[in-house]
């Protein structure tokens, strides 16, 4: 990672001095119409921000909302790829019913996708 920001620093700095080589005028990456490293730095966090950062946070606020309206009788699919029919929730778990005798206690947070609202 600091290689890759040394490169595009170095970058920065043959294009301010018009050269190909880095064999620019001395000081034409310091303050002399050049490109200031931090400028770079600047652009780098907020490609991170924008490609890495940023979708994470949403995903997460989306799956937080999802597991706040879940209500008995919702159709469920948990981390682990099992399917069943919530029966009761809790603050922090909930039982679903995957067969006619089987019910599971899960955390909320194993919850991945609601299939489908039922009626009760």
């Known amino acids: 990672m600091i290689n890759f920001v040394n490169f595009l620093i170095a970058q920065g700095c043959d294009l301010a ?3 190909a ?3 620019g005028a001395p000081g034409a990456c310091g303050g002399e119409g050049g ?5 770079f730095m600047v652009l780098i966090f907020a490609v991170f921000y924008f490609l890495l950062i940023r979708p994470s946070q949403v995903q997460q606020k989306k799956h937080k909302e999802m597991l706040g309206s879940l ?4 159709r469920v ?3 682990g790829g099992i399917h069943g029919k919530i029966t ?3 603050d922090t778990t909930v039982k679903f019913k995957v067969d006619e005798k089987t019910e599971l206690e899960i955390e909320k947070g194993m919850i991945r996708k609601v299939l489908r609202k039922e009626d009760q």
């Open 21 to 23: 080589g880095g064999q």
């Open 71 to 74: 209500q008995k009788g919702d």
């Open 77 to 79: 699919i948990s981390s």
């Open 35 to 39: 490109f200031s490293p931090i400028i």
């Open 17 to 19: 001095s018009g050269s």
């Open 88 to 90: 009761q929730i809790k």
